[in-house]
C-alpha cells in the first residue's frame, strides 16, 4: 500500500507473522527504471517472504523489471490492475488495464517468460460500467493463458470516473460472491480474495472458497491483528506472545537503522495501532506522534511509549476489545 508498507513497516509486520506473504508498495516501472532503484527496491532480508509489487502496461519494460526484481531477491512480482488514481490512469495502467485483458495477458506473459519468480496479478472485478461477470472472466482467461501464478481480486468494481481513490476503496459494494464463483469456474488457479476483511476470523472464512486472502487496512491500522495469523491461518505458533514483545523485538532495528540515519518518526509511525483498544493506547501513539519527529528521538523515545501502556505484558487479550 503506497506510502504505508514501506520497508519499515515490512520489517514490523514480519515481526508479527513468520508465514504470511508481505507486498510492497506498488513501484512503477519507470521509477524501478530510471529512478533511485537501490533506494526504492531495498528491503530487508528478514522480510522474507514478500512480492514487489509494480506498476505499468509496457511488457518488454515489465519484464525488464521482474528481471531487476529477481536479482534483488523478492519471491514475487505482482503486477497492480486495480488502482485507480487519475497518475496511474494517465500512464494508462492500474485499474484501467481491466478494459485491456489482452494487454495484461501479454505483460504477464513478457515477465513469466523472464524469471523463475511468481507472476501474479491483483485486479478489481471491473471498471466503471463494464460486467464483472465478463470483465474479470476475460482477464482471467487471459491471464491464466499466461502462466500467472495467483490472480489476487479486490472484490469491488473501480469508478474511475467520479470517485476518488479513497472513495473507490469503500463506496463501490464488496462481491465476495463473484469471486467465489471465479474461483470455482477456475478450479485449477490460485484465486485470492481482498477487500472489507476486518480480522482473522473473517480470513479464515474466506479460506474455504478461495485459496488465499488478502488484507490490506485492517492489517495496517491494527497491526496487532497480524499475531493471529501464524496460529489461526497456518497452525503454527505465534512470533511473540504480546504485541510488547513484538514491539520490544523491533528496538534493535530501530537502533540500527537510526545509526543508518533514519528518523525514529519513520519506523514508529507505522507501529501506532499495535496497542489499539488496550489502555494507555492513546498516551502511546501521542507520545509518538510528538516525541517522534523531533531530531533528537531515539530508541529511549519509543521505550518510552511503551511505558504509556497499561498492563503492557497482556496476551492477546485487547484483541477482543479492539
Ligand atoms: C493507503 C493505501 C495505499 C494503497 N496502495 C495500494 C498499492 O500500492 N497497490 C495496490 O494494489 N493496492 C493498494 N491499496 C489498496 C489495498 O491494497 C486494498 O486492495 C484495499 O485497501 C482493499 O483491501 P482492504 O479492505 O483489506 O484494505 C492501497 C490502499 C490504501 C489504504
Given at each position: 500500500?503506497?506510502?504505508?508498507?514501506d520497508?519499515?513497516?515490512?520489517?514490523?509486520?514480519?515481526?508479527?507473522?513468520?508465514?504470511?506473504?508481505?507486498?510492497?508498495?506498488?513501484?512503477t516501472?519507470?521509477?524501478?527504471?530510471?529512478?533511485?532503484?537501490?533506494?526504492?527496491m531495498?528491503?530487508?532480508p528478514a522480510?522474507?517472504?514478500?512480492?514487489?509489487?509494480?506498476?505499468?502496461?509496457?511488457?518488454?519494460?515489465?519484464?525488464?523489471?521482474?528481471?531487476i526484481?529477481?536479482?534483488?531477491g523478492y519471491?514475487?512480482?505482482?503486477?497492480?490492475?486495480?488502482c485507480?488514481s487519475?497518475?496511474?490512469?494517465?500512464?494508462?495502467?492500474?485499474?484501467?488495464l481491466?478494459a485491456?485483458p489482452a494487454?495484461?495477458?501479454d505483460?504477464?506473459?513478457?515477465?513469466?517468460?523472464t524469471?523463475k519468480?511468481?507472476v501474479?496479478?491483483?485486479c478489481?472485478?471491473?471498471?466503471?460500467?463494464?460486467?464483472p461477470?465478463?470483465?474479470?472472466?476475460a482477464?482471467?482467461?487471459?491471464?491464466?493463458?499466461?502462466?500467472?501464478?495467483?490472480?489476487?481480486?479486490?472484490?469491488?468494481?473501480a469508478?474511475?470516473?467520479?470517485?476518488?481513490?479513497?472513495e473507490?476503496?469503500?463506496?463501490?459494494?464488496?462481491?465476495?460472491a463473484?469471486?467465489y464463483?471465479?474461483?470455482?469456474?477456475h478450479p485449477?488457479?490460485?484465486?485470492?480474495?481482498?477487500?472489507?476483511?476486518?480480522?482473522?476470523d473473517?480470513?479464515?472464512?474466506?479460506?474455504g472458497?478461495?485459496?488465499?486472502v488478502?488484507?490490506?487496512?485492517?492489517?495496517y491500522?491494527?497491526?496487532?491483528?497480524?499475531l493471529?495469523?501464524?496460529?489461526?491461518?497456518f497452525?503454527e505458533?505465534?512470533?511473540?506472545a504480546?504485541p510488547k514483545?513484538?514491539?520490544?523485538a523491533?528496538i534493535?532495528?530501530?537502533?540500527?537503522?537510526?545509526a543508518?540515519?533514519?528518523?525514529l518518526h519513520?519506523?514508529?509511525?507505522?507501529?501506532l495501532?499495535?496497542?489499539r483498544?488496550?489502555?494507555?493506547?492513546r498516551?502511546?501513539?501521542?507520545?509518538l506522534?510528538t516525541?517522534?519527529?523531533?531530531?533528537?528521538?531515539?530508541?529511549a523515545?519509543?521505550?518510552?511509549?511503551?511505558?504509556?501502556?497499561?498492563?503492557?505484558?497482556?496476551?492477546?487479550?485487547?484483541?477482543?476489545?479492539?
Amino acid at each position: 500500500m503506497m506510502e504505508w508498507t514501506d520497508r519499515h513497516c515490512r520489517f514490523f509486520h514480519r515481526l508479527l507473522t513468520r508465514c504470511a506473504l508481505i507486498y510492497t508498495e506498488m513501484i512503477t516501472t519507470g521509477a524501478v527504471l530510471h529512478g533511485d532503484r537501490t533506494r526504492l527496491m531495498a528491503r530487508d532480508p528478514a522480510e522474507h517472504p514478500v512480492a514487489l509489487q509494480l506498476g505499468g502496461c509496457d511488457p518488454r519494460q515489465l519484464a525488464e523489471c521482474a528481471r531487476i526484481a529477481e536479482d534483488f531477491g523478492y519471491d514475487e512480482v505482482n503486477l497492480n490492475a486495480g488502482c485507480p488514481s487519475d497518475r496511474v490512469q494517465n500512464g494508462r495502467f492500474g485499474a484501467c488495464l481491466m478494459a485491456e485483458p489482452a494487454l495484461v495477458g501479454d505483460c504477464v506473459a513478457a515477465m513469466t517468460a523472464t524469471v523463475k519468480l511468481p507472476v501474479t496479478v491483483k485486479c478489481r472485478i471491473g471498471i466503471d460500467d463494464q460486467d464483472p461477470e465478463e470483465a474479470l472472466e476475460a482477464l482471467t482467461c487471459a491471464v491464466e493463458r499466461a502462466g500467472v501464478a495467483a490472480l489476487i481480486v479486490h472484490a469491488r468494481k473501480a469508478w474511475l470516473d467520479g470517485l476518488s481513490p479513497r472513495e473507490n476503496r469503500d463506496i463501490p459494494p464488496l462481491d465476495y460472491a463473484r469471486v467465489y464463483r471465479l474461483k470455482a469456474a477456475h478450479p485449477d488457479l490460485c484465486v485470492v480474495l481482498n477487500g472489507g476483511i476486518g480480522d482473522v476470523d473473517q480470513a479464515l472464512a474466506h479460506l474455504g472458497r478461495v485459496d488465499g486472502v488478502m488484507m490490506g487496512r485492517a492489517a495496517y491500522q491494527d497491526p496487532w491483528r497480524l499475531l493471529a495469523v501464524d496460529p489461526v491461518l497456518f497452525g503454527e505458533a505465534a512470533p511473540f506472545a504480546s504485541p510488547k514483545a513484538a514491539a520490544e523485538a523491533l528496538i534493535p532495528y530501530i537502533e540500527r537503522e537510526l545509526a543508518r540515519g533514519t528518523r525514529l518518526h519513520a519506523v514508529t509511525r507505522h507501529v501506532l495501532g499495535l496497542f489499539r483498544g488496550v489502555p494507555g493506547a492513546r498516551a502511546f501513539r501521542r507520545h509518538l506522534a510528538t516525541e517522534a519527529l523531533k531530531p533528537a528521538a531515539g530508541a529511549a523515545t519509543f521505550r518510552e511509549a511503551l511505558g504509556l501502556i497499561v498492563n503492557v505484558d497482556a496476551p492477546m487479550a485487547h484483541t477482543a476489545a479492539a
